[in-house]
């Protein structure tokens, strides 16, 4: 092969990239433009130049017809180090697992992916994930897609970097058809020119072609240059023999690249054995390739579908037919292959593509059971096992975050062939999708009606989910009292024991107020319980931080993280993380609580959980706002208030007020503090929130007490007396303990309380408290309450009021320097591993927990070191135990 033609930057960047991984810092690109621009050609040459650099390479072909075979493409490109095989899971768990492998090899690694955007979406997403985390590995991925809608939504959830291949300037075109065509007449030469605007696989063939057949080769020019150079292919294949074009075509329809697999559907549809020397003349003429393993590959993509696109319908059923047939070690290659034979509706095929469309579900292959359960409704004879097949695809594109396929779906079901239940859930779904004007809490009885029908119509489990669904929603909906005891009927009407978890997690985010006590009484018997499903433990995690029981939201969040993570279930990952974080940050624990935010943000940007991204964004602002990072915390309150507002979320601008409020305590802005908390307890004000007034009461007291505003805080306190007492929820009874201290004088009862799981609102009592005794004269009582809190609020990051209570000190006489605190120079992430380090886990373990490779925790690891002052894991262990011990 020549030197390539008018590429040279493009070359001099992907050289500098395979550099770079050999070098251990491994990168990746995405190579893309129309077909035939010259993408494959670049590939071979990266796969050349990595070679001659030392790289093992790796390289999988996307293949049209096995896009819908989870993890095919992942396992050809595998296929050279299978014996030590990635396990089953989800793309995430499954991209960890090839980052440990490769990781850990001697050599550097090229994966090098060919018409990625034909991959199979499980593959897809394990290779993107994987190329957004090789930055400390020796491991260079370079992809080739083709433009198009569907691929530029999928780059664009990918985010990764790009580079683009543009129509060759005329010069390089020029020489280009020159090498390839020299003796073309000059009018036929600048009719291939201009035919081919720069493609070079348009310059090559269409100019081989004039040169062979002379101007007819050319027409029509009215076809795109694709179809055009496709009909070249197709020129060439009519020259072959019978049996070789045979041969091309099931390898076109084939899911594999096996040629003894070709041969065998060969040999059933001739009836005799297929010699290998049959697929010869197509290698001869260059159409194909076969290495040394019997591996079929095609010269170009076009050709492939070129063979599939002209193919006769009948002749494409055969293929697929004899395909069949040879698969019978391969179920599901074998199902869809007798998917594609059958040419019309098969009931009994649909129930069997059902089934493993469910089975998929559960190991978390939901792209292919999407796929699985759209061939079943195809193949549906019954109108109404049809509709409720597609419910089901609904509910495996909403389980991906496909919005758009699930708005599709809904639109074609057919609501006169429903039964009753189903109608129901389809107007639900519906809802959800396509919401109106009217889907605000006037909405939510009649969801309490339709989850009754559900119930009623012999769909318990569904009814069961759909309030589960529904159960957030619901929490941040400021639905009136009987609108909420509406759904507390339809939610204790559902059948479930009263032990169970998930109506224990419904209970929680519908009724924290109503039915808090309950439930809390209910998550103290959970909070240890590693036998609940994790998905329902994140729910648990949601409805514990709901009430107010942050210590129980935190323990269980991080206990269903870690199976979460062993399972690869991101969405829902995310979501726990989540909730843990804002545990954490509720009860003033700066240090767990940016990692965990952190985290959360990375996951669910990573599958476009929005709500989620908000989520984490506020936590996270509540954080920094604790630990005096003010700037930064307006800045993302800002931020998520405008999303909010424009979403109409308006209840939701209660978080956005607790963080403007936190950031006006740790700049002494008293008064500021209040005013912006208040808006979340004044009904009148768009952030007014009763279920955040069980989280803020101690913060709004404090505000209040250093503000000289306790006048205005007495009516609060009191109006959550009784709310208190119905709720039990441990975080509005600990703040009316300090705002009754405050508004009495009598600290000494507030201190008595158990505070033990309330570190920083005791240090906030403390702080208060010793104060009242300085300026009151009663210097050796006030110092102790003021050592106690400053060593507490610096374990915690909460700089600001470790600051006070140092500055109380220093009034009292006493002096007391600020820690040197490393942790804080180190990044969410990089304290994450810090701490999972000096817990004792090994690099592979931590990189198994937060989606890395070990060599990446590693380097992490190297960086972490020298910022903290240590030199080895046991020290680091020392340093972090030092961090976090609270007196």
Request: glycine share 8%.
């Amino acid at each position: 092969m020549g030197e390539i033609v008018g590429r040279d930057a493009l070359i001099s960047a992907i050289e500098a990239l395979l550099g770079e991984a050999v070098g251990g810092h491994g990168a990746t690109v995405v190579l893309r433009g129309e077909p035939g621009i010259g993408k494959t050609v670049l590939l071979e040459r990266a796969v050349r130049s990595g070679r001659e650099r030392g790289m093992r390479v790796l390289r999988v072909t996307g293949v049209q017809a096995e896009g819908r075979i989870p993890y095919a493409g992942l396992d050809q490109l595998l296929r050279p180090v299978r014996t030590a095989a990635v396990g089953a899971g989800s793309p995430y768990r499954r991209a960890v697992e090839v980052l440990g492998l490769l990781g850990e090899a001697d050599e550097p690694v090229l994966l090098a992916v060919e018409d990625a955007h034909w991959l199979d979406a499980e593959t897809w997403e394990t290779l993107t994930f994987l190329g957004r985390r090789v930055g400390s590995d020796r491991i260079a991925v370079i992809m080739a897609v083709r433009d198009g809608e569907d691929v530029d939504r999928r780059l664009a959830a990918a985010g990764l970097p790009e580079l683009r291949l543009d129509p060759l300037p005329a010069a390089d075109a020029e020489i280009l058809l020159d090498r390839h065509a020299p003796d073309l007449v000059a009018t036929l030469r600048a009719r291939v020119l201009d035919e081919a605007a720069g493609n070079p696989l348009g310059v090559v063939e269409l100019g081989s072609a004039a040169a062979r057949f002379g101007g007819p080769a050319l027409l029509p020019s009215s076809l795109p240059l694709s179809a055009r150079v496709e009909r070249t292919f197709a020129g060439l294949v009519a020259e072959l023999p019978p049996l070789t074009r045979d041969l091309l075509l099931l390898a076109a329809l084939n899911d594999g690249s096996s040629l003894d697999e070709i041969r065998a559907a060969g040999a059933i549809l001739t009836g005799a054995e297929v010699p290998t020397e049959a697929i010869q003349p197509a290698v001869t003429s260059r159409l194909v390739t076969v290495d040394e393993q019997y591996e079929l590959r095609f010269r170009h993509p076009l050709l492939r579908s070129a063979l599939r696109q002209q193919a006769a319908p009948g002749d494409r059923r055969r293929m697929h037919a004899a395909l069949a047939e040879v698969l019978g070690d391969s179920p599901i290659r074998r199902l869809w292959h007798r998917a594609s034979a059958v040419p019309g509706r098969d009931e009994a095929l649909a129930r069997e593509l059902t089934v493993l469309a469910a089975d998929a579900v559960q190991r978390q292959t939901v792209a292919f059971a999407l796929a699985a359960a759209n061939r079943a409704v195809q193949l549906s004879e019954d109108p109404a096992e049809r509709a409720r097949r597609q419910i089901w695809a609904v509910h495996a594109a909403h389980e991906q975050g496909d919005p758009q396929t699930a708005r599709r779906i809904l639109t074609e079901i057919d609501d006169r062939e429903l039964r009753a239940p189903d109608r129901v859930r389809v107007v639900f779904m519906r809802d959800h999708y396509f919401p109106g004007v009217s889907n605000g809490p006037e909405r939510l009885p009649a969801y309490a009606g339709m989850i009754r029908t559900m119930r009623d119509g012999g769909d318990p489990d569904m009814a069961v989910q759909a309030m589960c669904d529904i159960a957030l929603g619901v929490h941040y909906s400021n639905a009136p009292a009987h609108i909420r005891e509406q759904l507390v009927d339809a939610a204790l009407a559902l059948g479930l024991d009263e032990d169970s978890p998930r109506l224990t997690a419904i209970l929680g985010q519908i009724a924290p107020i109503e039915q808090g006590a309950v439930v809390l009484e209910r998550l103290r018997r959970f909070v240890h319980r590693t036998d609940i499903p994790p998905t329902w433990r994140a729910d648990l995690t949601v409805a514990a931080w709901a009430v107010g029981a942050f210590e129980i939201a935190a323990t269980i969040g991080l206990s269903s993280a870690t199976d979460l993570r062993h399972q690869g279930r991101i969405g829902t990952l995310s979501v726990s993380l989540n909730a843990a974080a804002a545990a954490h940050a509720s009860l003033g624990d700066t240090r767990s609580a940016l990692p965990l935010a952190a985290e959360s943000i990375a996951l669910a940007t990573e599958i476009g959980q929005r709500t989620w991204v908000l989520g984490g964004i506020l936590i996270t602002a509540q954080a920094e706002a604790l630990r005096g990072d003010t700037e930064s915390a307006r800045r993302r309150a800002d931020e998520a208030e405008q999303a909010l507002s424009s979403a109409r979320r308006f209840p939701m601008l209660s978080l956005v007020q607790r963080a403007r409020g936190l950031a006006a305590l740790a700049e002494g802005h008293a008064e500021d503090a209040f005013r912006q908390l208040m808006r979340v307890f004044d009904p009148a004000d768009t952030a007014y929130f009763p279920h955040q007034h069980l989280h803020l009461l101690g913060h709004l007291a404090e505000a209040a007490v250093l503000g000289g505003l306790l006048d205005e805080l007495r009516p609060v306190a009191e109006q959550l007396e009784p709310v208190a007492e119905r709720s039990q929820s441990p975080a509005l009874r600990v703040g009316l303990g300090y705002a009754r201290a405050v508004l009495t004088g009598d600290y000494e009862r507030a201190l008595a309380d158990d505070l033990t799981d309330w570190p920083f609102d005791r240090a906030r009592l403390q702080l208060t408290y010793g104060s009242v005794l300085r300026r009151s004269f009663r210097i050796s009582e006030s110092r102790p309450l003021l050592r106690a809190a400053a060593t507490t609020f610096d374990a915690l990051g909460a700089t600001p009021w470790a600051d006070r209570a140092r500055a109380e000190l220093r009034a009292s006489g006493e002096t007391r320097r600020r820690p040197m605190d490393t942790l804080d120079t180190l990044t969410p992430q990089e304290q994450q591993i810090a701490r999972l380090a000096a817990e004792g886990l090994s690099n592979r373990e931590i990189g198994e927990r937060l989606f890395l490779s070990p060599r990446t925790v590693s380097t992490h690891l190297y960086r972490i070191y020298p910022k903290v002052n240590v030199r080895s894991r046991a020290e680091l262990a020392r340093v972090i135990t030092a961090g976090l011990s609270v007196a």
